[in-house]
């Protein structure tokens, strides 16, 4: 990466962290943390000092955010490609999905969980959802993309309809597909958290919650550190995929 | 002789927003092996449309179309392979990838087909830029790479719908004289659609005249003469003449 870049981007966290611990000193320390007192905490957090239980409820977040991805990729193709293979059909279901997708998810939240009680379920049915829009609209603004003149060009070459869609309408359209892949990660990520944080009893959204009642700031700073380097890492990785599908698409 | 193209009484009709569009009425047209014939005609007559039913692409309401003594009831790309004006080249394949596609689609193995189409690049004047992706080449590369395309499932016919339509006058003119090279080498048959009457004449061995919507056959130019052909000879200055005058008619009458 360009050395001028990380220099600069340095310069700006060097800069944050000193006015957040400027701000946290003078504050009310049951409400600001400074970093000098945060990055201890986050030390007890990773030694398993603080939350001794802290690997079991990353890992079930963890375990959450693939079953929910898992699901909503499924269901997101499987929902994208019947809509979408027939033009008409898919532009009448189109703005039907993209108003439900603009409705705030959380006001599902309530009723996910009394379907599915306070457990890991209500926590993958939300990032299910959530996850699920944007790959739909995804796959049905991708197949909309594909120039009809190739599918004319490999018709005219012998293609049937299945390997039109095998070496046409799918590479076509791939570069569309794998950005609403991430989004949808980016999307179930968020909707497991969340769920965790409403209400639950673990999972790393309940142990921020839990941190945040109970008044150990510091720890909580830590928590949310540590879900934050959980998904920043997930989108990294769905950030090189992404890039890999551009260098193949273009 | 042979006639490997039969056309007996074709008529299209395409229902649109505003009503039936008589596309084709009532064509009949016989092409030889060997030939290099140029439908040419107004804007709208149905050149295209003919040349997709010739395809298998478009199906006729009436009439009969046979390649070979058969009939034609879909895209057959054992004998027949088209060229578009939109080169419609698949941006995610090099050079080389998007002329092996008929071929892939065909089954033949990847070192065989690669091997073929790395044979055609010379020809095709594409050696340089067999790793290149579309984006990367100009309007006359992607067009050849189009033609490339057509030629390597090496069918008897070769449909070309104003291939070179979206050049510029001067590539235009090379493009031409290379695609006579290679036709006088592989000795196909060739349908060409063209708007342009320098392009029927310097290259067809005849050229058929359309009619305005409905399109009809108003008359057949035969070009018996020998490549290259002297443009400014008087003969060749006579018949652009008669040419013109047929198509400025019809091209009139497209206009009202």
């Not at chain 2, 510029?168 to 036709?183: A, C, F, H, P, Y």
């Amino acid at each position: 990466m360009n050395k001028q870049i990380v220099l600069i981007r340095a310069v700006i966290l060097i800069v944050m962290l000193g006015a957040w611990e400027i701000v946290g000193r003078t504050a009310n320390p049951a409400l600001y943390v400074p970093p000098s007192a945060a990055i201890p905490a986050l030390g007890r957090l990773l030694t398993l000092h603080s939350y001794p239980d802290l690997l079991e409820h990353l890992l079930l977040t963890l375990r959450e955010i693939l079953i929910a991805y898992a699901m909503a990729i499924a269901a997101g193709l499987g929902a994208g490609f019947a809509l979408g293979v027939n033009r008409l059909v898919g532009r009448a279901y189109g703005p039907i999905l993209a108003a439900l997708y603009a409705v705030p998810a959380v006001v599902w939240y309530p009723s996910l969980m009394l379907f599915f009680g306070l457990d890991a379920a209500s926590k993958i049915a939300f990032g299910f959802l959530l996850g699920f829009f944007p790959i739909t609209l995804a796959v049905l603004a991708g197949i909309r993309q594909v120039n009809p003149q190739l599918l004319v060009v490999a018709r005219a070459f012998g293609a049937d309809g299945v390997t039109a869609f095998r070496k046409v309408t799918l590479p076509a359209m791939l570069f569309t597909l794998v950005g609403g892949l991430r989004t949808g990660l980016a999307l179930a990520v968020i909707g497991v958290i969340v769920g965790e944080v409403l209400g639950s009893k673990s999972g790393m959204g309940s142990l921020i919650n839990h941190a945040y009642g109970l008044f150990r700031t510091p720890d909580y700073i830590a928590l949310v550190v540590v879900t934050l380097v959980l998904i920043v890492g997930s989108d990294a990785v769905a950030a090189l995929l992404e890039r890999r599908a551009q260098r193949w698409t273009e | 002789m042979h006639d490997l193209i039969v056309v007996e009484g074709v008529s299209k009709r395409y229902v649109t927003s505003s009503g039936p569009v008589d596309a084709l009425r009532d064509v009949s047209l016989s092409v030889g092996t060997g030939e290099f014939c140029t439908l040419i005609g107004p804007s709208g007559c149905g050149k295209s449309t003919l040349l997709g039913i010739l395809g298998g692409l478009v199906g006729a309401d009436d009439g009969r179309v046979a390649i070979d003594g058969r009939p034609v009831d879909g895209p057959d790309p054992r004998r027949v392979a088209t060229v578009f004006q939109d080169p419609g080249l698949f941006p995610w394949r090099t050079t080389l990838e998007n002329v092996e596609f008929g071929l892939e689609l065909q089954g033949m193995p990847a070192a065989r087909r690669r091997r073929v189409a790395t044979d055609l690049l010379g020809p095709l004047g594409l050696r340089d830029f067999a790793a290149k992706y579309p984006r990367e080449l100009s309007g006359g590369m992607r067009q050849r790479v189009a033609i490339g395309r057509a030629l390597a499932i090496d069918t008897p016919i070769v449909l070309m719908d104003e291939p070179f339509g979206a050049l510029d006058e001067q590539t235009r003119v090379l493009m031409g004289e290379w695609l006579l090279e290679i036709w006088r080498r592989t000795r196909k048959t060739i349908v060409f659609v063209t708007h342009s009457l320098h392009e029927a004449l310097a290259l067809s061995t005849r050229v058929v005249i359309m009619t305005a919507r409905p399109g009809r056959i108003k008359s057949v130019l035969e070009l018996p003469m020998p490549y290259p052909r002297a443009m400014e000879s008087p003969e060749l200055v006579g018949l652009r003449a008669k040419l013109w005058s047929d198509i400025r008619d019809e091209s009139l009458r497209a206009m009202q």
